[in-house]
C-alpha cells in the first residue's frame, strides 16, 4: 500500500525558512512523480513543484524556486521541500502526493496525497 508522510511544517516568522519532508513508501513503480501542493485557507490548492524519479523537477510558478529547493535522499524514499524567505502568503498546508509514470501540473493526476503539514509565517 502506498504512503506518504509529511513532516517539518510549523510556525515561523517572515524571513524564515523550513524543510518540508514527504517520506514515502509502497511504492513499487519505476518510474513516478512526486508533487508538492499547498491550500491556504479560502483557496483552491494549488501545485508548488513536480520531481520525476528520473530526477528532472518542474515548477508551477517559477517565481518560488528562488526560494523553494527540491532534493531527495540517496534511497529516493524521502522528497524534502527546502523553504526560504518564507512570506506571510506562504501560509498554507503542504502536501505531498504521487503519481504512476510522467509528472502533471493537475492535481486530479495525483492518486496518493499524504494527509499535510500546516506551515504558517508571521509577519
Known amino acids: 500500500q502506498v504512503r506518504l508522510v509529511e513532516s517539518g511544517g510549523g510556525s515561523v516568522q517572515a524571513g524564515g525558512s523550513l524543510r518540508l519532508s514527504c517520506a514515502v513508501s509502497?511504492?513499487?513503480?519505476?518510474?513516478?512523480?512526486i508533487g508538492w501542493f499547498r491550500q491556504a485557507p479560502g483557496k483552491e490548492r494549488e501545485g508548488i513543484v513536480f520531481?520525476?524519479?528520473?530526477?528532472?523537477?518542474?515548477y508551477s510558478d517559477y517565481s518560488l524556486k528562488g526560494r523553494f529547493t527540491v532534493s531527495q535522499d540517496n534511497a529516493k524514499t524521502t522528497m524534502y521541500l527546502q523553504m526560504s524567505s518564507l512570506q506571510p502568503d506562504d501560509t498554507a498546508m503542504y502536501y505531498c502526493?504521487?503519481?504512476?509514470?510522467?509528472?502533471?501540473?493537475?492535481?486530479?493526476?495525483?492518486?496518493?496525497w499524504g494527509q499535510g503539514t500546516q506551515v504558517t509565517v508571521s509577519s
Open positions: 502526493a504521487a503519481r504512476r509514470g510522467s509528472c502533471a501540473l493537475q492535481e486530479s493526476a495525483y492518486s496518493y
Open positions: 520531481t520525476h524519479s528520473g530526477g528532472e523537477s518542474t
Open positions: 509502497g511504492y513499487t513503480y519505476s518510474s513516478y512523480c
